[in-house]
Nanobody, 122 residues
């Protein structure tokens, strides 16, 4: 069973940046698409960004376009989310997820990490 462990969250001022990492266990990391989701208090979990197994295809929520960048290093079994120009509305618990639909970065996510808190102060 895969384990996904997020790190890199924290408290940052508006306009600041954070880089989230998600380390995956197992030897089949490169067979899966990966994604980042977030859940703010009182709201449903929402898709933020996704990346195909090779990194050739990415997808972003409208709220993330132009500010966030998803990437992956298959040699390190790690997916990243670089977040720039953070705003208070980005405050949430951020989760990474895995999808067996390796070429589709927006669907089929079935395994989740425990999440990392991102708090953006105004």
């Amino acid at each position: 069973q895969v384990q996904l462990v997020e790190s890199g969250g924290g408290l940052v001022q508006a306009g600041g940046s954070l880089r989230l990492s998600c380390a995956a266990s197992g030897r089949t990391f490169s067979s899966y698409a990966m994604g980042w989701f977030r859940q703010a208090p009182g709201k449903e979990r929402e898709f933020v960004a996704g990346i195909s197994w090779s990194g050739a295809s990415t997808a972003y929520a409208d709220s993330a376009k132009g500010r966030f960048t998803i990437s992956r290093d298959n040699a390190k079994n790690t997916v990243y989310l670089q977040m720039n120009d953070l705003q208070p509305e980005d405050t949430a618990v951020y989760y990474c997820a895995r999808s067996p639909m390796s070429n589709t970065p927006v669907a089929g996510f079935d395994s989740w990490g425990q999440g990392t808190q991102v708090t953006v102060s105004s």
